[in-house]
């Protein structure tokens, strides 16, 4: 592993973070969006009611009233039709919001998945580098004792060279003094 990989894997982690926090934004502003259209249904069912019954008083005390009332009930069907097509966009719009959910969850799935690979790859570079000191920590103990040797064989070189000056002066002082 390089860093470079590393790098490329922290690069495509921030992207996808990025596209998962403009989903989660797009996701709230559409939320949002809905709670206002059920506001707005609410206050028209209110309204439809205030006005059934209101046509249901007029046609109880007036046999005039039917006209107003038919009107109202054709005010009524129009209201509900357009309930019901607010009610298919709402729909619409809470597949398109699930949608969005599911696939927000497959990316932040993906990000953690991501970190995971990421974690296990960082641990693989530990044990590699600790591999690595391991080796070096082994041959600098090996540097160490062949220099323990290389100390030892100086001194018996040296040891050597003064007894062989012994030697040579005996020798030599032997054959001067005879």
């Given at each position: 592993?390089?860093?470079?990989?590393?790098?490329?894997?922290?690069?495509?982690?921030?992207?996808?973070?990025?596209?998962?926090?403009?989903?989660?934004?797009?996701?709230?502003?559409?939320?949002?969006?809905?709670?206002?259209?059920?506001?707005?249904?609410?206050?028209?069912?209110?309204?439809?009611?205030d006005?059934?019954?209101?046509?249901?008083?007029?046609?109880?005390?007036?046999?005039?009233?039917?006209?107003?009332?038919?009107?109202?009930?054709?005010?009524?069907?129009?209201r509900?039709?357009?309930?019901?097509?607010?009610?298919?966009?709402?729909?619409?719009?809470q597949?398109d919001?699930?949608?969005?959910?599911?696939?927000?969850?497959?990316?932040?799935q993906?990000?953690?998945?991501?970190?995971?690979?990421?974690?296990?790859?960082?641990?693989?570079?530990?044990?590699?580098?600790?591999?690595?000191?391991?080796?070096?920590?082994?041959?600098?103990?090996?540097?160490?004792?062949?220099?323990?040797?290389?100390v030892?064989?100086?001194?018996?070189?040296?040891?050597?060279?003064?007894?062989?000056?012994?030697?040579?002066?005996?020798?030599?002082?032997?054959q001067?003094?005879?």
């Amino acid at each position: 592993m390089t860093q470079s990989s590393d790098s490329n894997r922290l690069d495509r982690i921030e992207v996808i973070v990025e596209d998962l926090v403009e989903s989660i934004a797009e996701l709230r502003d559409s939320q949002r969006h809905s709670e206002t259209r059920f506001q707005n249904l609410a206050e028209s069912i209110t309204e439809l009611r205030d006005s059934q019954r209101h046509s249901e008083t007029r046609f109880q005390n007036l046999a005039e009233s039917i006209a107003e009332l038919r009107d109202s009930q054709r005010h009524s069907e129009t209201r509900t039709e357009n309930l019901a097509e607010s009610i298919a966009e709402l729909r619409d719009n809470q597949r398109d919001l699930q949608q969005q959910q599911r696939q927000s969850e497959t990316r932040f799935q993906n990000v953690v998945e991501s970190i995971a690979r990421l974690r296990d790859s960082q641990l693989e570079v530990q044990q590699e580098h600790l591999q690595v000191l391991r080796i070096v920590a082994q041959q600098q103990n090996e540097i160490v004792r062949t220099n323990n040797d290389i100390v030892r064989i100086n001194n018996e070189i040296a040891g050597l060279r003064t007894e062989s000056l012994r030697i040579l002066e005996h020798l030599f002082g032997s054959q001067q003094d005879g």
